[in-house]
């Protein structure tokens, strides 16, 4: 699985959009790029995933560069709630048909403040 | 529908003892992985059961093994427990590939 690099840490305003940066410069073209949060003292939770297209839904958007060397994870109205360890991982395709081991990183921890 | 209950919460034993954490996945769902968390790092993986059987296993000794049931539950146990195997333990089931974790089981070995 390629490598995949977040900066620590982040603080965002409450209200305002959260940009999540992730490095996954060695990806390959068959990886997935996938976002997780771990809330304190809760298991992580799914967020989104993409391969090349950039993907919304009712949690996040998900910008994929052209290069697929990067990507962000948008939160368009960041709230208290989103406090969280964000990881970025990528992953084999999904059409296995099975479910991949997850190998996380130490992820950003996003602070958002009033 | 219930999601991924794992069972203890908290458990707390000593050096040189055995433990077993216990999953029960998300209904529907076949596929359980277990992930050991220590304090500051992101999960790591353990290993992943799948009908039944060990399908992938991560960088961790024999003394973690693991069991899953007919009807898709599972267990980890951990032998000859270390200080070090102090950490939050997690589960995770899925069908295809999303994983859905519960809230893990906190163990500390004095």
């Known amino acids: 699985d390629a490598k995949t690099t977040q900066p620590p840490s982040m603080d965002c305003a409450e209200g305002r959009a959260a940009n999540l940066p992730c490095n996954h410069s060695t990806i390959s073209g068959n990886e997935y790029v996938y976002w997780y949060r771990q809330i304190h003292s809760q298991g992580p939770q799914y967020i989104i995933h993409?391969?090349?297209n950039n993907e919304t839904n009712e949690m996040a958007s998900l910008i994929i560069t052209e290069d697929r060397k990067s990507s962000t994870l948008i939160l368009p109205h960041a709230t208290l709630r989103d406090t969280a360890v964000y990881y970025c991982?990528?992953?084999?395709?999904?059409?296995?048909?099975?479910?991949?081991?997850?190998?996380f990183g130490t992820g950003t921890r996003l602070q958002v403040t009033l | 529908d219930a999601g991924v209950t794992q069972s203890p919460t908290h458990l707390i034993k000593t050096r040189g003892q055995q433990v077993t954490l216990r999953c029960s996945p998300k209904?529907?769902?076949?596929?359980v992985s277990w992930y050991q968390q220590a304090l500051g790092q992101g999960p790591q993986f353990i290993f992943q059961?799948?009908?039944?059987?060990?399908?992938q296993r991560g960088n961790f000794p024999d003394r973690f093994s693991g069991h899953q049931f007919p009807n898709y539950s599972s267990e980890l146990n951990v032998n000859a427990l270390l200080l070090g195997d102090s950490a939050l333990y997690l589960c995770a089931s899925s069908l295809l590939y999303e994983q859905y974790f519960g809230p893990g089981t906190r163990l500390t070995v004095t």
């Open positions: 209904s529907g769902h076949d596929t």
């Open positions: 991982i990528a992953l084999p395709s999904v059409n296995t048909g099975t479910a991949s081991k997850l190998t």
């Open positions: 993409g391969l090349k």
């Open positions: 059961y799948y009908e039944e059987e060990e399908r």
